[in-house]
């Protein structure tokens, strides 16, 4: 079993749609939750970071953490072609400069017209 | 924001030659980079951990020898892939953190012929 296990998709939305994407992990120790973003021969971009349980929402994207069940979720709201990427879950048990990272396999989005 | 810079974005080598990617960090210093390796359509697997003033910390069946990482300041790590072969055509994306989180340089497309 994966650490971290995250449905590969693709999921395809049209345009306007509240896409959720979701990953679920075993490790408990992980703290800190992130996701990002990758487009297409791009690295990967910092979308939100949040650290133990709770949500957090920046502009259309909320951040849900629900350690009791080792479960996260990533929210957008009102959809648009250019949210069309692949979306990565990311974690780790400690912060800072050294903190390793471990990573779902990515959900790849397709947002139409 | 944290800037993370890559180099070369794309090369193009030839079997048996030696490939050099760098990777700075533009507005903060890292005592700590890491290094990925992402096939197609898959995830980013961690080769190795970049530790300023010392040896790199290898992933479990990453060859070293083959890989080799230094990290001569605290803002620059280069990845060397030597004697490259076709199989090591991936792409490899650097990442450094100057608190937390993690930030991405946009990755190196390495195509071996």
């Known amino acids: 079993q994966k650490e971290v296990e995250q449905d590969p998709g693709p999921l395809s939305v049209p345009e306007g749609a509240i896409v959720s994407l979701n990953c679920t992990y075993s490790n408990s120790a992980f703290q800190y939750f992130m996701w990002y973003r990758q487009y297409s021969r791009k690295g990967p971009e910092l979308l939100m970071y949040t650290y133990s349980s709770g949500n957090k929402e920046d502009g259309r994207f909320t951040a849900q953490v629900d350690k009791s069940s080792k479960y996260i979720s990533l929210f957008i709201r009102d959809s648009q072609p250019s949210d069309s990427a692949t979306y990565l879950c990311a974690m780790t048990p400690i912060t800072g400069t050294a903190s390793k990272l471990t990573f779902g396999t990515g959900t790849r989005l397709q947002v139409t017209l | ?113």
């Open chain 2, 1 to 113: 924001g944290a800037v993370v810079s890559q180099h070369p974005s794309r090369v193009i080598c030839k079997s048996g030659t030696s490939v050099k990617i760098e990777c700075r960090s533009l507005d903060f210093q890292a005592t700590t980079m890491f290094w990925y390796r992402q096939f197609p359509k898959q995830s980013l697997m961690l080769m190795a951990t970049s530790n300023e003033g010392s040896k790199a910390t290898y992933e479990q069946g990453v060859e070293k020898d083959k890989f080799l990482i230094n990290h001569a300041s605290l803002t620059l790590s280069t990845l060397t892939v030597t004697s490259a072969h076709p199989e090591d055509s991936s792409f490899y994306i650097c990442s450094a953190s100057g608190g937390s989180p993690l930030h991405f340089g946009n990755g190196t497309r390495l195509t071996v012929t």
